[in-house]
């Protein structure tokens, strides 16, 4: 597959893959669908554009700091993670933009249903991605998380990747 060869359902599709992966906790197969040069956050709420020098994210990961966490997660010790919470992610409203270029850009609307002792919480938000192509497919160069929530209540904390 090359740039000039991709349409916007190969990358649906492959938004569709990263969330299956994340539902059936496969992180590390998550994890490696970033470039070494990843970046993957969630800014605090209500300032996506915050400077992260100067505010504090939920989430600011490069590459080697997204495999850590990943791995961390599917750990035992990772307590309040295990046993897994079961999630169902949807994405939707998708908007692809330079299929033509070096960087594909993505828009999309998210809805993440999490369970767990019998509480269902809910994260809504939109994701910000760049995506390249490397090695004959996609990988994400960057992921931004916004979420539209006014605050973690009920929730109190992001235990899982979004």
Not at 90 to 99: D, E, M, R, T, Y
Request: charged letters at 25%.
């Amino acid at each position: 597959m090359t740039v000039t060869t991709v349409i916007r359902q190969d990358v649906v599709d492959f938004l569709y893959r990263e969330a299956k992966l994340l539902d059936e906790w496969q992180l590390n197969e998550w994890a490696a669908l970033f470039t070494d040069d990843a970046i993957y956050t969630v800014p605090p709420l209500g300032d996506p554009n915050a400077d992260a020098t100067k505010s504090l994210y939920f989430v600011h990961d490069n590459r080697s700091r997204l495999q850590e966490r990943a791995e961390r997660l599917l750990k035992k010790e990772a307590h309040v993670e295990y046993p897994h919470s079961t999630t169902t992610r949807n994405v939707h409203n998708i908007i692809v933009s330079n299929l033509d270029s070096d960087v594909i850009t993505v828009e999309c609307n998210f809805t993440t249903h999490r369970t767990k002792r019998e509480v269902v919480d809910t994260f809504i938000g939109r994701n910000e991605y760049e995506i390249v192509l490397e090695n004959n497919g996609f990988a994400i160069k960057s992921k931004k998380v916004i979420l539209n929530l006014d605050s973690l209540r009920p929730h109190g904390k992001i235990s899982l990747i979004l």
